[in-house]
Every structure is written in structure tokens, then in C-alpha cells.
């Protein structure tokens, strides 16, 4: 089982260039999210896909977008990249409602120079 | 605003010590609570989960939680570490909604 897979791993941008993270699980999971992990600050919530068809903020959700493809995929898009935007960010899944524990992926970790 | 507070940021451990990993919500109403382990360069995993019931959890590798009501916490605890406990270790509270909510994390260092 592949679980939650994310594309890149790994990239470095320029300010002011555009970025899709791309994520997708096998689980038939409803809900998908997408996190970033900032040392000492834990993972905060950017947004948030409770069904396929829906999308709504979380935490942290400016500079973002995001598109729920399918009940697999969830895509989060910095469309202007900026240098507080570097940072570890992890798509998680579960079956929803919320309370079920996440499944992560392996996570990007994005440099913006 | 809710939150979630772990204590420590740093623990540094010699192999077989016993350890307790702070961990306190702040929510008044019914919350369900978790402990996510992230090894070095991997992904969380769940580590335990309290829903209801008995609140003393265990949960894998010889992992429990201890879930006090009057006091808002749920520490993670394990009786002897491994130098393969090393990792990075996440508190988290469901309070309703979409909205999990993550501690800032605690790093654990364990001395072979």
C-alpha cells in the first residue's frame, strides 16, 4: 500500500515563481489536508478537503490555493512564491469526520530563495 | 483560542531511562486526543489515540498516554527508551470541525 504519496520531495524556487505540491492517496480516504511544519511550531493547518468537492481554509491559508482533483488528489498551488513560504508542508488523509486519525505523507520540503 | 502545549522542546535520555512527554489542551468540551511520532526524515505516524473510555491508552512500540480530565493533559510516557525512540514527538486535539490541532512538537534524544 502506497498510503499518501506526495510529489516533489524536494524543490528550490525563486520569489515570485508559481508551484504545485501534488498528493494522492489509495485509501478511499474522504478528507485530505495540507500542513506546513515550521521548527518549534508544530504542523499548522493551510486547508482543508473535508469531501471531494469541497475545500475550505485552515490556519494558514494565504499565499495558497488548493484543488481537490478527485477523491484522490489534492493539490496545493503557491501561485507568487515568498521566502516565509519555505518550509516542510505534509498532505495528510482520513477517512473523516476529523476526529480519525490522519494518515501523512513523506512530505516536500520547499526552499524559496 | 484553542491550543495544544508541550512542555519540553528538548529531551536529551540515556538508553533504559524512563520517559514522560508533557502534553496540555485547552478545550472545556469533549475532546478526542493524539500522539504522532516523525522519525528523522520520515513521515508522522500514529503513535496512540484516546477517543473515550479508559484513560490509560496504550499504544504501539510500548507506548501509553494518560488522558486526566481535570488537569487538560494526556503525557505520553514509555518505561525504558531505546536509542531507537529517537524522533520527534507531536501532541494533538480534535475539538470539532475540520480543525486538528498540533503541539509545537518535542525532539527526544536518546544516548545509546
Known amino acids: 500500500n502506497a498510503g499518501v504519496t506526495q510529489t516533489p520531495k524536494f524543490q528550490v524556487l525563486k520569489t515570485g515563481q508559481s508551484m504545485t505540491l501534488q498528493c494522492a492517496q489509495d485509501?478511499?480516504?474522504?478528507?485530505m489536508y495540507w500542513y506546513r511544519q515550521d521548527p518549534g511550531m508544530g504542523l499548522r493547518l493551510i486547508y482543508y478537503?473535508?469531501?471531494?468537492?469541497?475545500?475550505d481554509k485552515g490556519e494558514v491559508p494565504n499565499g495558497y490555493n488548493v484543488s481537490r482533483l478527485n477523491k484522490r488528489e489534492f493539490s496545493l498551488r503557491l501561485e507568487s512564491a515568498a521566502p516565509s513560504q519555505t518550509s516542510v508542508y505534509f498532505c495528510?488523509?482520513?477517512?473523516?469526520?476529523?476526529?480519525?486519525?490522519?494518515?501523512f505523507g513523506d512530505g516536500t520540503r520547499l526552499s524559496i530563495l | 483560542a484553542q491550543s495544544v502545549s508541550q512542555h519540553n522542546h528538548h529531551v536529551i535520555l540515556s538508553e533504559a531511562a524512563s520517559l514522560e512527554l508533557g502534553c496540555n489542551y485547552s478545550y472545556g468540551g469533549t475532546v478526542n486526543l493524539f500522539w504522532y511520532v516523525q522519525y528523522p526524515g520520515q513521515h508522522l505516524q500514529l503513535l496512540l489515540k484516546y477517543f473515550s473510555g479508559d484513560p490509560l491508552v496504550k499504544g504501539i512500540k510500548g507506548f501509553e498516554a494518560e488522558f486526566i480530565k481535570s488537569k487538560f493533559s494526556f503525557n505520553l510516557r514509555k518505561p525504558s527508551v531505546q536509542w531507537s525512540d529517537t524522533a520527534e514527538y507531536f501532541c494533538a486535539a480534535y475539538t470539532g470541525g475540520f480543525k486538528t490541532i498540533f503541539g509545537a512538537g518535542t525532539r527526544l534524544f536518546v544516548k545509546a
Open positions: 485509501m478511499n480516504h474522504n478528507s
Open positions: 478537503s473535508a469531501s471531494e468537492g469541497t475545500t
Open positions: 495528510a488523509s482520513n477517512l473523516g469526520p476529523d476526529n480519525q486519525p490522519q494518515h
